[in-house]
Each structure stands twice: as structure tokens, then as C-alpha cells.
């Protein structure tokens, strides 16, 4: 059997069961599932993916609805800029007739659409013989090859595009492409890979070297950015909290959540907090041990803090009080930490925790 063969032939025995491998493929699942996909493990994709396309079910549908209900779904897989480009690309082919373009290079000239997404939907949806290359593939390519060159850059990226663009001549192109991520996601990991399960450990040169993990070089890691932020819990008699949607800054915008800023250690932190509210706040303000929560690069810890508003108050623009459980609202998982942080009635005492797993 042929290179080609071997990983097709494991593929087809071993591919994960996932609710895009239809047949024949969506192309609109397959576009929905690969933008989720990115930078976000596939257990958390699944169930966005399955609620996403029940809601929008077709680029139409997605193109009719507004902004909110597509951040509101996409809510917990954070980089919220990919919803908010997949609803503008919707808009974008509704508008000129509703069918998504079938070539790689048509499919990287709409919103949010990059040469990785645009391969995988033409390939695995429309047949075309174009490689994809992600972190799996890079490394099962540098690996069976020996790559001198770092596949992240572009000498040693074209080396390994050619290679999985030979694999095609004997063999489906999408299948192809998803057989060298699975293998990269599930036999020739990182480290500690399974090389006596893998199709193509005959003729893998790293595997002949006896340490296939000194390829890829290591990548360089990017400076981690250290934030403190105070956040505000308002709560009203109902329970409710009061949200604002985030207007500016370069992270979590347009998404809906408690009150926050950067702390100001010139200043107390009482005093901060209530500045942060929207309207006067003359309850005490309890203040909670800080949490951490990570997006991207940035480590941030947030401190909590929480008071209660009793009488009616008005609410401005781009504020909404809302059960924080069920929000109804494109928000963060940052709030739901801070509701199993904080917690309900601020008369009510809580202990101090220590920290929670990192989200976006």
C-alpha cells in the first residue's frame, strides 16, 4: 500500500464521529464547525456547533438574525471576532445569492475566511486538491520528513504543503487533510506520540532517527500579559445582576457582563467600585478573593466585589439587569465564574477561594 493508502485506510477506521462528517458534507456545517474549531478543543465545539445550527440553520438564517443572538450563541468559545465575521460573511453571500463559493481561493476572499479555513471547507466539501496546514499537520509533516526547516515559516510551511499535495494524488484531498490533523490530534502528539499505531511510521524519518519529538522545534512563546481588574456584582431584589456591554477595549466586546475596569492602586477600592456602577450605590460592598481567568495571553485577575440595589432604579443605554445564570445576553465564561464565585444574596456568607481553571 501506498503512503496515501496506509493513512486513508487508518483514517476511515479511526475518524472521530463528529456531527459535520456528514455525507455528503454541509458546506455550511463544515464552514460553522471550522471557524468554531479554531483555537477551541473540539468537546467544547460539539455542543456550540449542534445549538448554533438549530437556531441558524442556513447562511440565511444566519444572515436575518442580529449580532446579539449570534454572539449569544457562540457564548463560552471565546475569540469572538469569528462570530461576529462569520455573521457578517453570511450577510455578505445571502445578499448575493446564498450558495457559498466552492474554490479555496473564493472562499479566502469573504470576511474571516483565512488560506486554513478556505482549504478545509474546498477539500473536505468541494474536492479540491488543496493541502491545509495547522498545528497537527505541521507536525506529522516535519516529523516524517526530518524538516530541517521550522514549518511554521514559510521555507519549511511550502516543504510540508507539497508533501500533503503529493498524498493527494493517490487519495480524496479532504480526506486527506483530515486524516494528518486526526493523526496529529490523536497518534503523533506533541510528546509521548504512539508511533507503533501510526499509518505511516514506515518511511517516517524522524521515527528512524529515534526522537521524532525534536521536530518541530519548540515554538517561541509570546510574552504573557499580566492584568488586574476589579468587577462589580449589582444585584437586585430578584436576583438579578446588572450587565454592561462591553464597548471598547481590544478583548470581550460586544459581549454583556458585570461592571469592570482595571484596578488603580493610587486609589481605594471601594471607591472604584462604586464608580464603576451606573447609578448611585449606598449598600455596603462585600469584596471576594480574586479569581483568574486567561484570554489569550493576558493572566487576569479579578477581584470581586458586590452590593444589592433594593428600589428602582434607571438603567442607560447599553446596561440590562439579568438572571446571571441564564443571561439571555452574548457573554463570557468569566461570568459564570463569578457567579459561582460570588454567588446570590450578598446578606449571605461566602469563603474565600483559592482559584479557578483558566477560560475564555
Not at 448554533?52 to 475569540?79: K, M
Not at 463559493?101 to 479566502?108: F, G, K, N, S, V
Not at 508511533?195 to 524519518?205: F, N, Q, T, Y
Not at 445576553?329 to 474565600?352: D, E, I, Q
Amino acid at each position: 500500500m501506498s503512503e496515501a493508502d496506509r493513512l486513508i485506510a487508518w483514517f476511515r477506521a479511526n475518524a472521530r464521529l463528529l456531527p459535520w462528517r456528514t455525507a455528503p458534507r454541509n458546506p455550511y456545517h463544515s464552514l460553522v464547525s471550522e471557524l468554531m474549531a479554531q483555537q477551541t478543543q473540539l468537546h467544547r465545539v460539539v455542543p456550540r456547533f449542534e445549538a448554533f445550527v438549530e437556531r441558524f440553520p442556513n447562511l440565511r438564517a444566519l444572515a436575518a438574525a442580529t449580532e446579539d443572538e449570534v454572539l449569544a450563541l457562540w457564548s463560552g468559545l471565546g475569540y469572538y471576532r469569528r462570530a461576529r465575521l462569520l455573521h457578517r460573511l453570511a450577510r455578505e453571500v445571502a445578499a448575493g445569492g446564498g450558495e457559498l463559493p466552492r474554490t479555496a481561493a473564493e472562499l479566502q476572499a469573504l470576511p474571516g475566511i483565512g488560506p486554513y479555513t478556505a482549504a478545509a471547507v474546498a477539500s473536505t466539501v468541494f474536492g479540491e486538491a488543496v493541502p491545509l496546514m495547522d498545528g497537527n499537520v505541521a507536525r506529522v509533516g516535519a516529523r516524517v520528513l526530518a524538516l530541517a526547516e521550522d514549518p511554521r515559516t514559510k521555507a519549511g510551511r511550502t516543504v510540508v504543503l507539497e508533501w500533503v499535495r503529493a498524498l493527494m494524488a493517490d487519495a480524496p484531498p479532504g480526506e486527506v487533510n483530515e486524516a494528518l490533523m486526526e493523526l496529529g490530534a490523536k497518534i503523533c502528539t506533541p510528546s509521548q506520540p504512539k508511533c507503533d499505531l501510526c499509518p505511516l511510521v514506515e518511511g517516517c524519518s524522524g521515527r528512524e532517527e529515534d526522537d521524532p519529538t525534536v521536530y518541530p522545534p519548540p515554538r517561541r512563546t509570546r510574552e504573557t500579559i499580566e492584568v488586574h481588574w476589579l468587577a462589580v456584582v449589582i444585584e437586585d431584589s430578584d436576583g438579578r445582576w446588572m450587565l454592561r456591554r462591553v464597548d471598547e477595549g481590544p478583548i470581550l466586546k460586544g459581549l454583556w457582563l458585570p461592571p469592570f475596569n482595571e484596578i488603580d492602586p493610587n486609589r481605594g477600592l471601594e471607591e472604584q467600585a462604586r464608580g464603576l456602577a451606573p447609578f448611585g450605590v449606598e449598600s455596603p460592598m462585600e469584596f471576594f478573593e480574586p479569581i483568574k481567568h486567561s484570554i489569550t495571553h493576558r493572566r487576569i485577575e479579578v477581584t470581586p466585589g458586590r452590593t444589592r440595589v433594593d428600589h428602582p432604579v434607571s438603567v442607560p443605554d447599553g446596561w440590562s439587569w439579568a438572571d446571571p445564570a441564564k443571561p439571555n445576553l452574548p457573554t463570557s465564561s468569566l461570568l459564570a465564574k463569578l457567579l459561582a464565585w460570588v454567588g446570590g444574596s450578598p446578606s449571605a456568607s461566602f469563603p474565600a477561594v483559592a482559584e479557578q481553571p483558566d477560560g475564555n
